[in-house]
Every structure is written in C-alpha cells, then in structure tokens.
C-alpha cells in the first residue's frame, strides 16, 4: 500500500469526474423541465403597439394631399412654377395643422402674468 501523492490524486480525481457527470445531468434535466414548462405556458398575450397622440409632420402632409385630391405623381407631372406654388400652400397647411395638433395634446397654456 502506497499513501504516496498518486494514491491521494487518483482518489480526488475519480471523484470530480463523478461531480462534473451529476452537474452535467442536472443541467441536462434543469433544461428539459424548463422546455416542458414553456410548452405548457399559455399563449402570451400580443403588446399593442404605441399608439401615437400627436401625427407626424409626414402623415398631416399626406392627409392634406389626399384632401385636396393630390398625389405625388400629380405633383411631378405639373410645371414648375405651378408645382411650387401647390407644395408650398401643401407644406403651409400641414405646418399649421402641425402646430394646431402639437397645442392641443401639449396641454392648456395658462396666461399667469398679473
């Protein structure tokens, strides 16, 4: 009988291959009962999404164009002076619907001078 280092070594070293095959086991099942746990959930419920209070510059312009009956391609066919003059009262309205839309869901304005 030899109670020399190898002995010792050989002893510690059968034992942490016992430990490393159990965690690994463990792992293995932790891993299939949490996959069996999200089988099992119920169906998760869908997030709306954000609903915006206030429209972007870009949609009151495309709302304006569609009210008065204008796309894109009708802009581009017209001549040049006559396409300025229709984006520019466009680009006003939308600028003032723009305004109108950003005052009322700002909230009141209160006049606090004496």
């Known amino acids: 009988m030899s109670l020399g280092l190898t002995q010792i070594g ?20 932790q891993t299939a009962r949490s996959a069996a746990d999200r089988m099992r959930a119920d169906q998760t419920r869908a997030v709306e999404p954000v609903r915006r209070l206030v429209e972007t510059p870009t949609q009151i312009r495309a709302q304006v164009m569609a009210e ?23 680009s006003a309205e939308a600028a003032q619907r723009a305004a109108r839309a950003r005052q009322s869901h700002t909230g009141a304005f209160i006049d606090l001078r004496v």
Do not use: K, N, T
Request: net charge neutral; glycine share 6%; charged share 25%.
């Open 68 to 90: 008065r009956g204008v796309d894109r391609l009708d802009l581009m066919r017209l001549g040049p002076q006559a396409r300025i003059e229709a984006e520019i009262s466009i």
């Open 10 to 29: 050989a002893h510690l070293q059968g034992m942490a291959y016992v430990m490393a095959e159990q965690a690994r086991l463990s792992s293995q099942q």
